[in-house]
Every structure is written in structure tokens, then in C-alpha cells.
């Protein structure tokens, strides 16, 4: 898909209030596409649709719950009302918890599952068949390099990365049948709202580390404005897999090349984060 150009197409971008889901938003707004969008902050969602407006396109916004299938359903009839299907899907919201397994409990699986993993099913549930039936569009889930590089205080947010990829990778066979492209996203470290949003458990589980670990993400990571015009260039040549940053892509190579390296790179940044926490 062509995506330096949009004008008369649309997207649809779930968590589009912050971060990657709002610097994407604006930039098809820049490329002159309009867009549906969601979001659990009604208040952000607002600044983006004015942001969108003075853009000169129009923005449709909606609060959603992307892990609940029946207001996924409502907003997927509000916007097939406007529309035939939509030209661009960006299943993007996401949530995140630092912990292992052993102090990560049912309630948080229940609700990053729901989020990170059933959102992107609900999203594609809704939204991927209108545009099959067209036979044209297509799919963006963002998974992440933790979903190809599992650590142990990421041991929940892994495992619905790694899902998002595999199911990422079986929906491209599926719906390219259908003239209808998918692409996984797997961005490194992007400065976002994610990880003052986390659920921190166990031994980290202090508001000072809280705040050590949020800073270092937002001092060190490149910006979403940054992240989403790698993921717009990446869906425009048809890529099945697009890390996003430096980190994720020498994660990705790792993962193939020398997995054990890769295993006890990982092994070192939790050594890191223990000290980081030990030090408060």
C-alpha cells in the first residue's frame, strides 16, 4: 500500500490518545487520511481529534475498551455505518506489567490478556472482514521486541507480545488471499505513557523505582513521532515484521543468529534493573 498519499482513505487506531497510537494518528492526518479512533481517555481523545481537525481531516472518536468484544462490536457498527471497511487497521493499545511470573497475579493476567492479546483479536474480529470482502486495506498489530526477547519482569507483557506476533504472522497468510496485508510491529524502547501506566509487582513494586525506571525510558528512548514514521515506511514496502529502533532490531537479528546470546543478553538487563532497584 502506497502511504505517502491518503487523501479519501481511512484508518482506524485503537490507544490512538498517547504515544505510538497518537503520533501515528497524526501523521495519517498529515498524509491526508481520516481516521476512527479510540481510546479509555476521553480527554486525549479529544486533543487528538482537534489536532486531527486542524489538519483539515476529519477524526471520529469513540471511548473504548478494546478488551470488551461487545463495545469493540458498537464501535465497528458506528464506523461501518460511514464506511465499507477501512483502508488502515492499527490494533495499538496496550498496557504493561513489570513482575515475574510467581508475583504476577490471575487479576493482572486477566487484564493484560484482555487488553494486550484479545484487543488486537477484537480489533481484527471487527474490522479485518469488510475489508477482506473488499479485498484491499491493511492490518497493523503492534506487538513488540519483548516479542521476540523474553525477560523475566516481563514475563506477562512477553507472552501477549508473543502471541500478537505469532497471530500476526498467520493472519498475513490468511488475509492475503484477500488482497489485505498485515504487519507485526515490534517496537524497542519508545518514549510512552506505557511505563508510568504499569502494574509494577513484587520487589519492584516501589513508587522511587517506578519513577527511576519511567525516566530512564523517557530520557532514553527515541520518540513516538520518530516510531511512527518507521511504521508507516515499514507497512509501505509490505513488511511482515518491522522492528522499530535500534535495540529491536539488533534483539531481532540476535533472536535468529545466536539465541543463547540473545537468552543471556537478556539475563544481563534484568542484572541491570535489580540494581536499579536496589539502589531505590
Request: hydrophobic share 40%; net charge positive; charged share 25%.
Given at each position: ?6 487523501a479519501?482513505r ?5 490507544g ?5 497510537g497518537?503520533?501515528t494518528t ?5 498524509r ?13 481523545l ?10 483539515g481531516q476529519t477524526a471520529?472518536?469513540r471511548?473504548?475498551d478494546v478488551?470488551r ?7 465497528a457498527e458506528e ?5 465499507e ?5 492499527m490494533?495499538n ?5 513489570f513482575?515475574g511470573f510467581q508475583?504476577?497475579t490471575?487479576?493482572d493476567?486477566?487484564w493484560i490478556?484482555?487488553v494486550?492479546l484479545?484487543?488486537v483479536?477484537h480489533g481484527?474480529?471487527f474490522?479485518?472482514p ?6 484491499s ?5 503492534v506487538s513488540?521486541a519483548a516479542?521476540y526477547?523474553a525477560?523475566?519482569?516481563?514475563s506477562?507483557?512477553s507472552?501477549?507480545k508473543?502471541?500478537v506476533?505469532?497471530?500476526?504472522e ?5 488475509l492475503?488471499r484477500s488482497g489485505?496485508?498485515?504487519t507485526?510491529?515490534c517496537?524497542g524502547?519508545?518514549?510512552?505513557p506505557?511505563?508510568r501506566s ?5 520487589p519492584r513494586?516501589t ?7 519511567s525516566k530512564h525510558?523517557?530520557?532514553q528512548?527515541?520518540s513516538?513521532e520518530a516510531a511512527?514514521a ?8 509490505g513488511?511482515?515484521?518491522?522492528p ?13 543468529l545466536?539465541?543463547r546470546?540473545?537468552?543471556w543478553?537478556?539475563?544481563k ?5 535489580e540494581?536499579?532497584?536496589e539502589q531505590g
Amino acid at each position: 500500500m502506497d502511504l505517502r498519499n491518503l487523501a479519501g482513505r481511512t484508518a482506524l487506531i485503537t490507544g490512538a490518545g498517547s504515544g505510538i497510537g497518537r503520533a501515528t494518528t497524526l501523521l495519517l492526518a498529515d498524509r491526508g487520511a481520516d481516521v476512527f479512533i479510540c481510546d479509555l481517555n476521553e480527554a486525549a481523545l479529544k486533543e487528538v481529534k482537534e489536532e486531527v481537525s486542524a489538519r483539515g481531516q476529519t477524526a471520529v472518536t469513540r471511548r473504548v475498551d478494546v478488551s470488551r468484544r461487545d463495545e469493540m462490536e458498537a464501535f465497528a457498527e458506528e464506523v461501518h455505518r460511514d464506511v465499507e471497511a477501512v483502508d488502515i487497521l492499527m490494533n495499538n493499545a496496550g498496557v504493561g506489567i513489570f513482575g515475574g511470573f510467581q508475583v504476577t497475579t490471575l487479576d493482572d493476567w486477566d487484564w493484560i490478556l484482555g487488553v494486550n492479546l484479545l484487543g488486537v483479536i477484537h480489533g481484527t474480529h471487527f474490522f479485518a472482514p469488510p475489508m477482506a470482502r473488499r479485498g484491499s486495506g491493511h492490518v497493523i498489530n503492534v506487538s513488540s521486541a519483548a516479542g521476540y526477547m523474553a525477560t523475566e519482569p516481563l514475563s506477562a507483557y512477553s507472552t501477549t507480545k508473543f502471541a500478537v506476533l505469532g497471530f500476526s504472522e498467520a493472519m498475513r497468510q490468511e488475509l492475503s488471499r484477500s488482497g489485505v496485508g498485515v504487519t507485526a510491529i515490534c517496537p524497542g524502547i519508545i518514549n510512552t505513557p506505557i511505563v508510568r501506566s504499569a502494574r509494577m509487582r513484587g520487589p519492584r513494586a516501589t513508587p522511587r523505582f517506578h519513577e527511576r525506571i519511567s525516566k530512564h525510558y523517557e530520557t532514553q528512548a527515541q520518540s513516538p513521532e520518530a516510531a511512527a514514521a518507521k511504521i508507516l515506511k515499514a507497512v509501505g514496502k509490505g513488511r511482515a515484521v518491522a522492528p522499530i529502533g535500534w535495540d529491536a532490531h539488533v534483539a531481532y537479528y540476535l533472536k535468529r543468529l545466536s539465541p543463547r546470546l540473545l537468552n543471556w543478553l537478556a539475563g544481563k538487563a534484568n542484572q541491570r534493573l535489580e540494581r536499579r532497584q536496589e539502589q531505590g
